[in-house]
C-alpha cells in the first residue's frame, strides 16, 4: 500500500478542522508520539493531532480516506506491542483531549467514559460510590480506557472478575470512513445481529476509533487479605497456582514473580518489605476479596495450606494496608523495573493454567539452547506470563537478527503446543505480527484481513499492524 505524505494544503485544513492550537508539527512533539513503551523503537509522525469531538474524528478521517494518508490513534502511550507507533509515518490521532467521566449510573451499575479518562481515575471516581470496574493494568495509573479497550486488557484482578471485554457493554466509534455508529446497546443481554463491540474490543485501534464506552460496574467488594508465598522451586510455583483452584479456591489476584524479577524492582523502588533469602527461586502474590472477612481469613488460611504442600519458605501475610500497597507496589512496577536494568525483549506468552510448569521450564530450556536469560512474571492466575529476554552480552546482529526471533518462535511454537496463544493483553501491534501465523492457518488470517477491508476499505488506519 502506498500512502501520500501530508501537504501544506492537507496541514491547513486539520487546524481549519480543529484548531491551530491542537495540530503540532515541532519536532519534540513528533519525537514524543514517535514512541510508546516497546523496546527502543521511534517512528516520526509527520503531525500530531488532538481533536475533542467524535466529529472532528470523523472529519479528519474523512480527509485522510480523501488523501490515503495514514492514521495512526494513540491513547496514553503505555503499550508494549507498538501498537501506537506511525510505522507509515502520517498522522497521529491522540485521544488524550477525550477525558471526561460523562455519567456513573449507580441506578444500573453503569457509566460512560470517553477514551482519553486514566484507568485509575474511573477506578477511584467509581469507588467513592461503593462500585468497582475490576480491570486494573500494571500501568493503571497512566494507562487510558480506550486503550484498554483497544488491547483487551487484564491485570492481577481479572483472575476472578474478567478482562476488559468482560464490561463493555456498548461503544461509539468513529470508523476509518468517517461514519459514527454505536456499537452494541447498554443492556446486560443484547443478541442483536453480529456482535460489533466484542469485535472491536481488542482490535488495536485497526478498525475504528472509540470515543465513548459504556461500561459495567458491580459492588465493591468491602475486605482483602494478601500474602507472598516464597517458593524454592520455580515450577513448583506455577504447580500450585493449579492446586488452589482445583482445591475449589478462586483468588482476586495470583501474581507470579520470579526472584530476578522481585530482586530488580526492590532494588528500584528502594523497598525492604521482601526479605530475598538466598534459595527461592519465586514469589506467589496471592489476595483474596469479599465481603465477609471470616470467610477471608478461613479461604486464606485453606490457601496456606495448599501452598505448604509444596517447597516453600515462611510466608508473609501482610498486616496493614502499607504493607498491602508496599506488595502490590512491587509487582506493578516489575515492567519499570526490569526495563531501568536490562536491555530486553517482552513477549506476552499465556497457557492454560496447569500448564504453567511446562511453559516455564521450556522457557528456561530455550534460553540455555539461545544462550540467554530471561526473567518471567505476570498473572499465573489466568496463565498469562510476561516473559522478558534479556539482551546481558548478546552481540547486537543476533540480538536484532534471525538468532533472537527463532527463539522467540519456538517459545510461541511452545504455547500453542501448551494450548495456548502468543498474547494474553498486550496485543499484536508491530513488533508480534511476523509470529501471527505460528497461530493461524492462511486462512485465518485472510479472513481476518477481510473484515480490516470492510472497516477500513483504504487501510488508513493504523496501518502496519497485526498483519503483514
Not at 94 to 108: A, P, Q, Y
Request: hydrophobic fraction near 40%; proline fraction near 5%; include cysteine.
Amino acid at each position: 500500500m502506498t500512502y501520500n505524505k501530508i501537504t501544506p494544503e492537507i496541514l491547513n485544513l486539520l487546524k481549519q478542522l480543529i484548531g491551530a492550537d491542537f495540530v503540532f508539527t515541532d519536532k519534540e512533539k513528533l519525537e514524543h508520539y514517535g514512541k510508546d513503551e516497546t523496546e527502543d523503537l521511534l517512528f516520526i509522525p509527520e503531525v500530531v493531532v488532538k481533536p475533542n469531538t467524535p466529529q472532528q474524528i470523523s472529519d479528519i478521517l474523512k480527509l485522510a480516506n480523501k488523501h490515503l494518508i495514514p492514521v495512526t490513534p494513540r491513547a496514553a502511550g503505555t503499550g508494549l506491542s507498538g501498537g501506537a507507533l506511525p510505522v507509515m509515518g502520517g498522522i497521529i490521532l491522540s485521544v488524550e483531549r477525550f477525558n471526561k467521566i460523562l455519567e456513573i449510573d449507580e441506578r444500573n451499575l453503569q457509566a460512560t467514559v470517553e477514551p482519553g479518562v486514566i484507568n485509575e481515575v474511573f477506578q477511584n471516581a467509581v469507588a467513592q460510590k461503593s462500585l468497582f470496574y475490576p480491570p486494573d493494568p500494571a500501568s493503571k495509573g497512566s494507562c487510558f480506557m480506550g486503550g484498554n479497550v483497544a488491547e483487551n486488557s487484564g491485570g492481577p484482578k481479572c483472575v476472578k472478575y474478567g478482562v476488559t471485554k468482560d464490561y463493555i457493554l456498548n461503544l461509539e466509534v468513529v470508523l476509518p470512513t468517517g461514519e459514527i455508529i454505536y456499537t452494541g446497546a447498554n443492556t446486560l443481554k443484547n443478541s442483536t445481529g453480529y456482535h460489533l463491540t466484542q469485535l472491536m474490543i481488542g482490535s488495536e485501534g485497526t478498525l475504528g476509533i472509540v470515543t465513548k464506552i459504556i461500561v459495567k460496574l458491580i459492588p465493591l467488594p468491602k475486605h482483602n487479605l494478601l500474602m507472598l508465598v516464597p517458593f524454592k522451586n520455580t515450577e513448583e510455583a506455577c504447580m500450585a497456582v493449579s492446586e488452589i483452584f482445583r482445591a475449589g479456591y478462586t483468588p482476586s489476584a495470583l501474581e507470579f514473580m520470579e526472584r530476578d524479577a522481585l530482586d530488580w524492582v526492590s532494588k528500584h523502588v528502594q523497598s525492604s518489605v521482601v526479605k530475598l533469602e538466598d534459595d527461592i527461586q519465586a514469589h506467589l502474590l496471592i489476595e483474596v476479596d469479599g465481603n465477609n472477612p471470616d470467610v477471608l481469613m478461613q479461604d486464606m488460611e485453606a490457601i496456606s495450606e495448599v501452598v505448604a504442600k509444596f517447597n516453600i519458605a515462611e510466608i508473609l501475610f501482610a498486616e496493614s494496608q502499607a504493607q498491602k500497597d508496599e506488595l502490590w507496589k512491587l509487582r506493578r512496577k516489575i515492567n519499570e523495573a526490569v526495563k531501568a536494568t536490562a536491555i530486553s525483549k517482552e513477549q506476552d506468552t499465556v497457557v492454560q493454567r496447569a500448564e504453567l510448569p511446562q511453559l516455564i521450564k521450556g522457557i528456561k530450556e530455550i534460553g540455555k539452547r539461545y544462550n540467554f536469560r530471561s526473567v518471567c512474571y505476570g498473572h499465573a492466575g489466568d496463565g498469562n506470563l510476561h516473559t522478558r529476554i534479556i539482551k546481558d552480552n548478546i552481540p547486537d546482529e543476533e540480538w536484532n537478527g534471525e538468532h533472537i526471533k527463532k527463539a522467540i518462535s519456538e517459545i510461541f511454537a511452545l504455547c500453542k503446543k501448551l494450548g495456548g496463544t502468543i498474547s494474553g493483553e498486550h496485543g499484536i501491534g508491530l513488533v508480534q505480527k511476523e509470529y501471527m501465523h505460528i497461530m493461524f492457518s492462511e486462512k485465518e488470517i485472510e479472513l481476518q484481513k477481510q473484515i480490516k477491508k470492510v472497516f477500513d476499505p483504504n487501510l488508513i488506519l493504523n496501518p502496519g499492524k497485526i498483519f503483514i
